[in-house]
C-alpha cells in the first residue's frame, strides 16, 4: 500500500472569458497562483478539470520536461502542471504564477493573465522534489454578491 505524506489544494475564483484564476496551497500554505481555462463542462482541451480530489503523478513531458500529470480526471488525459501566461495556453492543463497581471495579447488585445511562471515552477518542482505522487484537492470558492 502506498501511503501519500503529501497533498496540494487549489482554490479557484469563479470561471469567466479570461480563465478560471486559483491560488495554490501546499498543504495550509498558499505559494503560488494558478490559471486554467474556463469551465466547458470538463470539454478535453478547452475546459478546466472538475472539483474533485486528484492523484498526480511525477511524469516526464516531451514538452514541459519534470512534471505532474492530474490523474483519474473522468474523460480526460495528459493534464499537467506548466508555465504560460494566459489561459490560451494551458489546453486544459494547469498553469502556475506568480501574479495576476493583465498581459496584452497579438491575437485578444488586454487579457488577465499571470506572470514568473518559471519561478512558480520551479518553487512546485522544489515542494514535491523527492516524491512521485500527491493528492490534489480542487474546489471552487464561494464568490457571491453581497449589498
Known sequence: M?????????????????GTFGMMLDGQVPFCLTLEREWVDNKKG???I?????????VQSPKFGNTFEICNVPN???ILFHKGNIEDDSHGCIILGEQFEPIRTY??????GVLSSGKAMEEF?????????FRLYVAWTFCGHFE
Open 107 to 112: 491575437e485578444h488585445g488586454l487579457k488577465n
Open 125 to 133: 518542482l522544489e515542494r514535491t522534489e523527492g516524491i512521485d505522487e
Open 2 to 18: 502506498v501511503v501519500m505524506k503529501r497533498s496540494f489544494t487549489i482554490i479557484r475564483s469563479p470561471s469567466n472569458e479570461d
Open 46 to 48: 478547452e475546459s478546466c
Open 76 to 78: 480526460r488525459t495528459e
Open 50 to 58: 472538475p472539483n474533485g480530489i486528484y492523484l498526480c503523478k511525477r
